[in-house]
């Protein structure tokens, strides 16, 4: 589970260019959008749905969906191992 | 005064606007679904020109809205001195140089009907169309130019279609601006010509007037359509107040409407804001889809068409309202005299504008 | 009459503002643009988001603003950006396309900017802009396109205009300028060039 949220973060990271972010500056309960977390925005979601399915393979149809599953990289792990298991 | 008239536009409706009145009256849509579009090979529902094809279809579609001005205004106009050719435009010949999208495109109409100026390429999203007339019109007004034609164009493709489908944009029916249910955009393609003049004399068939517009920035994102309105706000008040048009003498709005929930969302908000939710306003998109750079334009079309026949046109794919803020939205085609109209846009950077339309 | 008031050329070799140099790349295998950006303390993290159009036209107005020091008392719908270039946003076009031509995944966040007037978005939320904006799209730059949208925007209210040449595909070719409608530059700037000039010098700077 660690090693897949190193690697989750690694990725989130060079999908969405975040130059400054290093994977251990971001908690893995800590919000990924809205102020106080990563201040991702709707644009970010969209590409963590390409994201999964890039390198996941999970394909997710609709956006409403990826609201709950983006909600920190803890929640996201859980979704990734459910899905892959 | 600036006039404006000898509109024209290629739908999926038709070749010519005498092709798409009666068809707009009896509101058939232009919307088909398209086996295997999508990029996972799914069906999508577009608003296609039948045998619309190969990479200079947009080139093709340019040359035809010069060529269907020679019976509607005189023809001297098109290669005078005192006239600038704008194109508007957001994605021009993409599917021939993916490089240099309008170079060869520009080139060939300027030399096919030997221009006088090198045309201006208007390129602001979804307001390219209607940023398009108010420069027009405020290039004449200024007396830079004595005429200008605006022509509105842009052609479906696969890139198009693959990126409102990676924004989740695009709707699973022909869309319904407005409605309860609408979830998305339906892509379409077309081109659509408007003349402007000092003069009254160069148009064939009596023209309007067109008092200008204005632009204005949400400020807000460069996707998301702002929660407020702000830049619809601003740019329609700004052209009220340049205008001088009292916003009780709009007679109808000619809406942007594109059908996803949180545009059309934006625009009642911002119409709600602005004290023109009473008035009578349509979307033109459930019957030729958003043809994005080419939208103002076309759009302006119909208007001044509804205005000379004193019909506006149902707002096709809206049945029932969906929009925190309610608006009057033309659920049957309405026979009215209308003298005066505001048409307004939004698009991607936030861009916003509007203009006012009024008869002689 | 000149209304120019500030300018900024960005090369690949150097930033010159107002005749100046002020900025040459390092060693540092960062891009020329990104070294820009921490040179200048802009501390504005979208700016890590934007494609290179938008970070030209970010790094660009930017400089302009320091350079000229007042912008901010311009009202917030005072100021006009008047934008154009060669090439409408190939650069993010060609990544957008191999994004699902061989990466078979189309990408949200490099489709949003495969618009050329994105860039005007991103200069008018930093600043909370809400002014006219146009971009035009042509071979090279006219600068009768430049002065006649100023003329008309200063006749709708706009007091100053932003505005430019952003080419950035073939490398950075980019000339941004300041122009005011009741300002004008001291009497001791004469041979400050004007909106001609600096078009006729870009290729051929220092």
Redesign the interface.
């Known amino acids: 589970m660690d090693s897949l949220k190193q690697n989750l973060k690694e990725h989130i990271i060079e999908q969405l260019n975040l130059e400054e972010v290093q994977p251990a500056d971001i908690a893995d309960d800590a919000p990924l959008f809205g102020e106080g977390g990563l201040g991702l925005d709707s644009i970010d979601a969209l590409e963590l749905i390409v994201l999964l399915e890039k390198y996941y393979g999970i394909k997710v149809t609709n956006p409403e969906e990826g609201k709950s599953v983006f909600y920190s990289i803890d929640s996201m792990a859980d979704y990734i191992s459910q899905k892959i298991n | 005064m600036i006039y404006i008239g000898a509109e024209n536009l290629v739908s999926p409706l038709g070749n010519n606007l005498e092709e798409h009145i009666s068809l707009l009256e009896q509101n058939i849509s232009g919307i088909r679904s398209f086996e295997k579009a999508g990029f996972h090979g799914e069906d999508l529902y577009l608003a296609r020109i039948p045998g619309l094809a190969g990479k200079l279809s947009f080139r093709m579609l340019l040359a035809g809205a010069l060529r269907s001005l020679k019976g509607d205004i005189d023809e001297t106009v098109i290669t005078s001195g005192r006239t600038l050719v704008l194109i508007s435009s957001t994605k021009g010949e993409l599917a021939n140089d993916l490089y240099r999208p309008f170079s060869d495109a520009v080139r060939f109409l300027a030399d096919g009907f030997g221009l006088a100026h090198t045309p201006w390429v208007i390129s602001n999203a979804c307001i390219s169309g209607v940023h398009a007339i108010n420069t027009a019109h405020d290039l004449l007004g200024a007396g830079r130019y004595e005429h200008a034609i605006v022509i509105g164009c842009d052609v479906l493709s696969d890139f198009v279609i693959f990126g409102f489908q990676s924004l989740f944009a695009i709707s699973d029916m022909p869309c319904r601006p407005f409605d309860k249910d609408r979830n998305g955009v339906t892509l379409g393609e077309g081109c659509a010509v408007v003349v402007l003049s000092r003069s009254a004399g160069i148009f064939r068939s009596t023209p309007h007037r067109v008092l200008g517009g204005t632009s204005s920035n949400d400020a807000n994102h460069i996707s998301g359509p702002s929660r407020t309105g702000e830049g619809l706000c601003r740019t329609v008040a700004r052209t009220l107040q340049r205008t001088g048009v009292p916003k009780e003498e709009i007679g109808y709005i000619s809406a942007h409407g594109t059908g996803t929930v949180f545009n059309d969302e934006m625009e009642a908000i911002a119409f709600h804001r602005l004290g023109l939710d009473e008035v009578p306003l349509n979307s033109m998109k459930g019957y030729f889809g958003h043809t994005l750079g080419a939208a103002g334009v076309m759009e302006c079309v119909i208007t001044l068409q509804s205005m000379r026949a004193g019909l506006l046109y149902r707002s096709l794919g809206f049945s029932c309202p969906g929009t925190y803020r309610s608006l009057n939205i033309l659920t049957e085609n309405h026979r009215k005299p209308v003298d005066t109209v505001l048409k307004t846009a939004s698009g991607f950077g936030g861009c916003n504008a509007s203009l006012i339309l009024k008869k002689i | 009459m000149n209304l120019v008031t500030s300018y900024c050329h960005i090369s690949g070799e150097q930033i010159e503002a107002d005749g100046r140099v002020v900025y040459r790349p390092s060693g540092d295998d960062k891009p020329f643009l990104?070294q820009v950006y921490l040179a200048a303390q802009l501390e504005y993290?979208k700016y890590?988001?934007m494609d290179l159009l938008s970070k030209a036209g970010f790094i660009g107005s930017e400089l302009l603003k320091a350079q000229h020091g007042g912008l901010s008392a311009y009202g917030?719908?005072e100021i006009g950006l008047i934008f154009a270039n060669?090439?409408?946003s190939?650069d993010t076009?060609?990544k957008?396309?191999a994004s699902?031509l061989q990466?078979h995944?189309?990408?949200?966040?490099l489709?949003?900017?495969?618009?050329?007037?994105?860039v005007?978005?991103?200069i008018?939320?930093r600043?909370?802009?809400?002014?006219?904006?146009?971009?035009?799209?042509?071979?090279r730059p006219?600068t009768a396109?430049y002065s006649?949208?100023a003329?008309?925007m200063f006749?709708?209210?706009m007091k100053a205009v932003l505005g430019g040449w952003l080419d950035v595909?073939n490398g950075l070719d980019v000339l941004l300028f300041l122009m005011e409608r009741d300002r004008r530059r001291a009497a001791d700037s004469t041979g400050y060039p004007d909106l001609e000039q600096l078009f006729e010098n870009k290729f051929n700077h220092i």
Not at chain 3, 111 to 118: A, G, H, R
Not at chain 3, 127 to 139: C, H, L, P, S
């Open positions: 990104d993290p890590h988001k917030d719908d060669s090439e409408s190939c076009d060609g957008f396309e699902y990466t995944a189309p990408s949200p966040s489709f949003v900017y495969t618009l050329p007037n994105i005007m978005g991103e008018a939320i600043n909370k802009w809400y002014g006219e904006g146009i971009f035009g799209i042509f071979n006219d396109y006649d949208s003329m008309t006749a709708k209210g595909h």
